[in-house]
T-cell receptor, first 113, second 112 residues
Framework: DSGVTQTPKHLITATGQRVTLRCSPR?????VYWYQQSLDQGLQFLIQ???????AKGNILERFSAQQFPDLHSELNLSSLELGDSALYFC????????????FGPGTRLTVL | QKEVEQDPGPLSVPEGAIVSLNCTYS??????FMWYRQYSRKGPELLMY????GNKEDGRFTAQVDKSSKYISLFIRDSQPSDSATYLC????????????FGKGITLSVRP
């Protein structure tokens, strides 16, 4: 167990809908990262927050947004969902602002029908 | 060309075999190199972490980095069925907007 928790485990929704994925980092970790994993693209970095502020941005679509709250948990919001958004979404955390050792959560499997 | 290329799989070996997993990369700025292991329906877990060229050993696992060739490897000795998982290489450079860049992963199956 990495100490990173993610909810929900599974999410099934329809195209055009909006969903929110939640992540709680390991105790004491200030950085939270979001990744998308699909069969054809592999694990893709979306965005990083450090202590409430956006730190780095990857291949995140404009339809997606994230935030990190004062208690350090983070939410990833996905809107106007498309079939191609079906994937595993992972959250990871680390203790520093610089990405080194990241601890991954169990992921949320999103299915868009 | 993708920044990180990983040998495609899947790979199936008998128990006790030596396994070699490889990645190449194009960005010479990468400084830190990692191997993650991902079991089915689980998140990736850090297996090995190396900095710069050379070898690092941890039990049955050896990570090797050759920065001159932009090539990293993970060797698994005396492979066990419990090693069956997907292995992802990852690397990063320090600096603004740095991010962990992963290979696509290779699925290893160790047959009893």
């Amino acid at each position: 167990d990495s100490g990173v928790t993610q909810t929900p485990k599974h999410l099934i929704t329809a195209t055009g809908q909006r969903v929110t994925l939640r992540c709680s980092p390991r105790s004491g970790d200030l950085s939270v990262y979001w990744y998308q994993q699909s069969l054809d693209q592999g694990l893709q970095f979306l965005i990083q927050y450090y202590n409430g502020e956006e730190r780095a941005k990857g291949n995140i679509l404009e339809r997606f947004s994230a935030q990190q709250f004062p208690d350090l948990h983070s939410e990833l919001n996905l809107s106007s969902l498309e079939l191609g958004d079906s994937a595993l979404y992972f959250c990871a955390s680390s203790g520093s602002r610089n990405t080194d050792t990241q601890y991954f959560g169990p992921g949320t499997r999103l299915t868009v029908l | 060309q993708k920044e990180v290329e990983q040998d495609p799989g899947p790979l199936s070996v008998p128990e006790g075999a030596i396994v070699s997993l490889n990645c190449t990369y194009s960005n010479s700025a990468f400084q830190y190199f990692m191997w993650y292991r991902q079991y089915s329906r689980k998140g990736p877990e850090l297996l090995m972490y190396t900095y710069s060229s050379g070898n690092k050993e941890d039990g049955r696992f050896t990570a090797q980095v050759d920065k001159s060739s932009k090539y990293i490897s993970l060797f698994i000795r005396d492979s066990q069925p419990s090693d069956s998982a997907t292995y992802l290489c990852a690397m990063i450079y320090t600096g603004a907007n740095s991010k962990l860049t992963f290979g696509k992963g290779i699925t290893l199956s160790v047959r009893p």
